[in-house]
């Protein structure tokens, strides 16, 4: 079922959920909130919280990427409520472990992108999925990345990892 935007509609429709989707407005960017982590800090966990930065980030990962799957492809599962959507509490990562989740965050992110920027009605509801549209599931991922990249901002500051020369 198609919906009753005009082209130009449509692309005005699609920069918004990009500019949602990259954090940009109101929202801090992923790579940001993310960049110049200290190693040394990846598996603290900080006063009062039961995970690690890792953890936080593992999680956005995890969540992105079930939205993204769940877009893709009809025959998708998503994992079991919470415990699939986080790493197990003891789990220790690795440098290389942080990084690869920073990229493969930003790989299925560019994923989602490429879906806006290739999808020519956001509002048709995607095919196998209870009327749910892409512009739907895109305010998804964003509004949980910018939920939990804000959790991740102040752990940082808690944590004191932040770059001392960082503005803002």
Not at 142 to 168: C, K, P
Request: glycine letters at 2%.
């Amino acid at each position: 079922m198609a919906t009753d935007l005009t082209r130009d509609e449509a692309a005005a429709l699609a920069r918004l959920a990009l500019d949602l989707l990259d954090g940009r407005d109101a929202h801090l960017p992923f790579d940001d909130t993310v960049e110049h982590f200290p190693a040394a800090a990846i598996n603290t966990r900080p006063p009062n919280v039961d995970y690690t930065p890792w953890h936080l980030l593992e999680h956005l990962r995890i969540s992105q990427l079930d939205i993204l799957e769940y877009i893709r492809d009809p025959a998708y599962v998503s994992p079991a409520w919470p415990e699939g959507y986080w790493p197990a509490p003891d789990t220790i990562a690795t440098k290389a472990e942080f990084d690869r989740s920073i990229d493969q965050f930003r790989a299925d992110h560019a994923a989602l992108r490429a879906l806006v920027t290739r999808t020519p009605d956001l509002l048709a509801p995607i095919p196998h999925t209870p009327g749910h549209s892409l512009l739907r599931e895109v305010r998804l991922a964003a509004a949980h990345n910018a939920y939990h990249l804000g959790e991740f901002a102040i752990l940082r500051q808690v944590m004191s990892t932040w770059l001392a020369d960082r503005a803002g």
